[in-house]
């Protein structure tokens, strides 16, 4: 049976409030948006770490109340503040993320990929989907590749025939 605190993975609902903050949209869930017929359990942000955005982003998670999913065994609950957002980017290590739980299910941030790109890094090669009023921009397809690639989780491997071959049916970069 599920945690009552848990709330089921609603990633429009997390893209939408997100809608002035400055980010990526990496992992499992820019497979999906590129069309691979994968699954996944959270949506993972690489976002923009300036403290404008970061202090945006942390009135959003404020918002979605947000707390740290990572700190089980104290029993506590850590909430997710600007503050906070602000000392995980000035300290945040290659592949380091911040696992957050919020009332629309779970969205990990990371601030550096494992090979210490950032937003700044990707955003260029990055892709600008619209749906309606919602804008989301997701990393680079062929970044995406490489990135699972190298990583080669067994999730990754699944998605990445589908990716590649999205890939040469589109030439999307």
Request: hydrophobic letters at 40%; aromatic letters at 4%.
């Amino acid at each position: 049976m599920p945690s009552r605190d848990f709330a089921a993975f609603d990633p429009l609902t997390i893209l939408s409030t997100l809608r002035d903050i400055e980010y990526l949209v990496i992992g499992g869930f820019a497979a999906i948006l590129y069309g691979a017929p994968t699954t996944t359990a959270d949506l993972d942000i690489l976002p923009l770490a300036t403290a404008e955005n970061i202090t945006s982003l942390g009135d959003v998670l404020t918002a979605l109340h947000a707390v740290i999913r990572e700190p089980r065994s104290t029993g506590r609950r850590l909430v997710v503040t600007a503050e906070l957002l602000q000392r995980a980017a000035a300290g945040a290590s290659p592949g380091g993320q911040l696992r957050t739980r919020t009332a629309a299910g779970p969205l990990d941030i990371l601030w550096r990929l494992h090979d210490g790109r950032g937003y700044g890094d990707l955003v260029g090669r990055s892709c600008l989907l619209t749906e309606e009023e919602l804008r989301v921009r997701v990393i680079g397809l062929d970044d995406l590749i490489g990135i699972k690639s190298t990583i080669g989780r067994p999730q990754d491997r699944v998605a990445l025939p589908y990716l590649q071959a999205i890939r040469r049916r589109t030439g999307t970069p």
